[in-house]
């Protein structure tokens, strides 16, 4: 009988725990609420709201205590009824002040991303130059007249235009492979920043769905699939800038919804010489749902700009008075660009736990960039002007199968993503010549036509036993690299291929639901340009990145948010195509470590503080000591600022970037110098009026955005000279801005 009894408390006890607690989260316009974070307090399990707001949380009982929380809105705590576990439950969740107290700690592999998003909502992105800068410990710098892609530093890495670091838009790949400038090339002026919904990141090669370019992380931006109302902004400021902004509704029902979205921004610049900058943007979006549990997304835009620029000043130019900071050498520089994109991204729910995720995108690019870094070295008569030019279409697509809850055992959870993808690129014409006056040109260096395939295959899985959780992944990559160099007499068509094996590892411990404790280690790579791999014969052409990260984030308390990371980081041997020189070098081993802090406090509902500072170490391994130091990669970086929001009718923001002197080559003997920048906004709103001030530089800072070691020659010089060339930061740029929103 004692038997019976017990096998009947046991199997009681078993159902108690296997039940599981079934709803939707609404907002308070009866719309569906995606991403909610579920999580029970009791238990330490968690989940979170899908596409239509459906969640399911396993391992639920009566008495439980459940917290239901979304940026923007004012956290639910609901204790379980019996009837709670019977039916399904609605959640209704009442728009509030954004506040860091809204996120609750769960165990993802990218937590962090949850706190920064309280630094893009608290403080909007005011232009697209901005939006990278949002990445703790991501600086950017700008060289050529506001049209060419950023430079982008992170974690030691003089990224270049995107070398080290995958950028996408809703999952469309930015990075270009093979391109004319330089590989990687991302250029993300074609978002426009008030459609930006949010930007997901991760640091290190952690992550098995980022492949290429995922070196010292990857960057995704979601962009709105929506909009609540129409929006017209004007803005105007110094050196001849204007900026209209203008989102407008076209259709919002049940079923679907759409709308628009236009940007048009011309600028002079600081300048002696004016850029003549102008950019238009126009994207549509349109959200269609076949039902509760199918949805389609389809973005169409279309980006172009034009420029002029000043290009990098030599520091001796300046000193013996022959230009100013903002003089130039030869102001023929500057280039265009333009990108039409075609974005199809679809969501199908099987049922409660799995979904198919599958996106399409096609997209015309063309680039054309005329540079003179060395003025009169090479060509003492007509300047040392070059060229670079292509046509690019690019093509690829992505399907990913994912189960959320497969429960193993009582006490070991398991889910997975399956995903298979390919990308294409058919690049026309990519050539550097040497050119005069914009119009001649005098020579070609390279010439050529890139066609270039990446097949992949991605499996990603988490086990979920107790307060850890455990992310073992794998990746495989396979490359077609095909080049037709068009200079040669004869036909010249060169194919390799290769592949990539990319395992990792992430381990996540929930000390609470306010203290997580992470380990992270994988593979990543980059790939090398076509033009690369073609001359060194399909060898050390896709370089192994290896990397570890061990942190913690940690909530002493609601309002008061930490974080902390240490890092290392090993790039194998590789070849690098210079696209200004149209020459292969070997890069040779590096070696990164690190320390990444941050912290993040709502000091009052209305006022709100944050700081990141990231310390970093990289050498090369091969040089000697004293001459093994990585050329311009930072070694000590530090963003924050005071945030302003909700303050009566105001908010704002001080903000600040600050970048220590770098070695600015491999001996460190000449120097980039660092600087410290403040930034400063303010705003008022008057009912549906906004009325806002913007300042770049607040203490009108003599700063370098950009500094290369170079050796140039200046017409008539005698002998070359190697020195510091820079592009000067933006000085004290005051604008203003009008908005209003029906």
């Keep these: 009988m004692k038997k019976i009894i017990g096998a009947i408390v046991m199997l009681t006890m078993s159902m108690s725990y296997a039940q599981t607690l079934k709803g939707r989260v609404f907002n308070e316009s009866d719309e569906q609420l995606s991403d909610v974070s579920v999580f029970n307090i ?9 596409e239509v707001g459906l969640f399911v949380l396993d391992k639920t009982t009566t008495g439980d205590s459940i917290v239901f929380s979304r940026l923007g809105y004012a956290s639910k705590y609901v204790v379980v009824t019996k009837k709670d576990l019977s039916s399904e ?7 509030a002040n954004i506040s860091l107290d809204q996120i609750v700690l769960v165990s993802e592999v990218n937590s962090l991303n949850s706190f920064v998003d309280v630094d893009i909502q608290t403080n909007p992105i005011k232009s697209s130059q901005e939006i990278l800068r949002k990445v703790p410990g991501l600086i950017i710098g700008q060289h050529a007249g506001g049209g060419k892609a950023e430079q982008i530093f992170l974690r030691g890495f003089d990224i270049d235009h995107g070398t080290d670091v995958s950028i996408s838009v809703d999952g469309m790949p930015v990075n270009m492979v093979s391109h004319a400038h330089g590989q990687g090339y991302s250029d993300l002026h074609f978002v426009i920043p008030e459609t930006l919904e949010d930007i997901n990141f991760g640091k290190g090669p952690y992550y098995a769905d980022h492949g290429d370019f995922t070196t010292a992380g990857y960057i995704d931006l979601h962009l709105r699939k929506s909009i609540d109302q129409n929006l017209i902004s004007l803005e105007a400021g110094q050196f001849n800038t204007n900026r209209f902004v203008g989102l407008f509704k076209l259709l919002d029902t049940d079923k679907s919804n759409a709308y628009v979205a236009s940007e048009l921004y011309l600028t002079d610049g600081p300048f002696d010489s004016p850029q003549d900058f102008n950019r238009i943007n126009v994207m549509g979006r349109y959200n269609y749902k076949l039902s509760n549990d199918e949805e389609f997304l389809l973005t169409l835009s279309h980006f172009q700009s034009k420029w002029d620029a000043s290009g990098q000043i030599p520091q001796r130019a300046v000193d013996n008075g022959i230009i100013d900071r903002f003089g130039a ?12 994109n075609f974005l199809l991204n679809h969501v199908k729910l099987l049922d409660d736990s799995k979904a198919v995720k599958t996106k399409a995108y096609i997209s015309q690019y063309d680039f054309e960039l005329f540079s003179n870094f060395t003025f009169f070295l090479d060509d003492p008569v007509n300047g040392d002007q070059i060229q670079q030019k292509e046509s690019r279409l690019i093509a690829g697509a992505e399907s990913i199968y994912e189960e959320e809850r497969i429960s193993l055992t009582e006490t070991i959870d398991f889910a997975y993503q399956a995903g298979v993808g390919f990308r294409y690129d058919n690049v026309d014409d990519v050539q550097l010549s040497h050119t005069l006056n914009r119009k001649e040109i005098l020579e070609r260096y390279a010439y050529g036509d890139v066609d270039e395939v990446n097949t992949y295959g991605f499996v ?15 990746r495989v990559d396979y490359f077609k690299f095909d080049y ?13 291929s290769k592949v990539a094996l990319s395992p990792k590892l992430n381990t996540v411990y929930s000390v609470n639901s306010n203290w997580q404790l992470f380990l992270k280690t994988g593979l990543g790579f980059h790939s090398n340009d076509a033009r690369v791999v073609v001359a060194n014969e399909g060898e050390d052409i896709l370089p192994t990145a290896y990397g570890a990260d061990l942190g913690t984030i940690y909530k002493p308390f609601n309002k008061l948010a930490l974080n902390a990371t240490l890092w290392w980081l090993y790039l194998d041997q590789e070849f690098v195509y210079v696209g200004d020189a149209a020459i292969v070098e070997p890069s040779g081993e590096t070696r990164r470590l690190g320390v990444d802090f941050g912290a993040r406090y709502q000091a009052l509902p209305w006022l709100y503080v944050y700081a990141d500072v990231n310390l970093s170490k990289g050498r090369s391994v091969d040089a000697p000591e004293g001459a093994n130091y990585i050329p311009l990669a930072p070694d000590f970086t530090s963003v924050g600022g005071l945030l302003i929001d909700n303050l009566g009718n105001f908010s704002g923001s001080l903000t600040y970037k600050y970048v220590d002197d770098r070695p600015a080559n491999e001996d460190d003997s000449i120097v980039a110098e660092g600087y410290f920048v403040s930034d400063f906004n ?21 700063w370098n955005e950009t500094q290369f070691a170079t050796e140039s020659r200046l017409f008539n010089e ?3 000279v190697e020195e510091i ?10 604008r203003g801005k009008v908005s209003v929103r029906f």
Excluded: Q
């Design 460 to 474: 990603n899985t988490e086990f979920k036993v107790g307060k850890w959780m455990i992310n073992p992944a794998l």
């Design 725 to 734: 060339h820079f592009t000067p930061g933006t000085p004290f740029y005051l």
């Design 42 to 50: 009791t238990s330490g399990s968690h989940s979170h709201s899908n």
């Design 484 to 496: 037709h160099n068009k200079l040669t007499e004869v036909y010249d068509n060169k194919s390799e």
């Design 329 to 340: 050498i030869d102001d023929t520089e500057g280039g265009s660009t333009s990108r039409t």
């Design 89 to 95: 439950k609605d959640i209704i969740l009442s728009a």
């Design 718 to 720: 005698p002998a070359p």
């Design 682 to 702: 303010i705003n008022y709103s008057l009912r549906n009026w906004t009325f806002g001030i913007i300042i770049e530089n607040l203490f009108d800072t003599e």
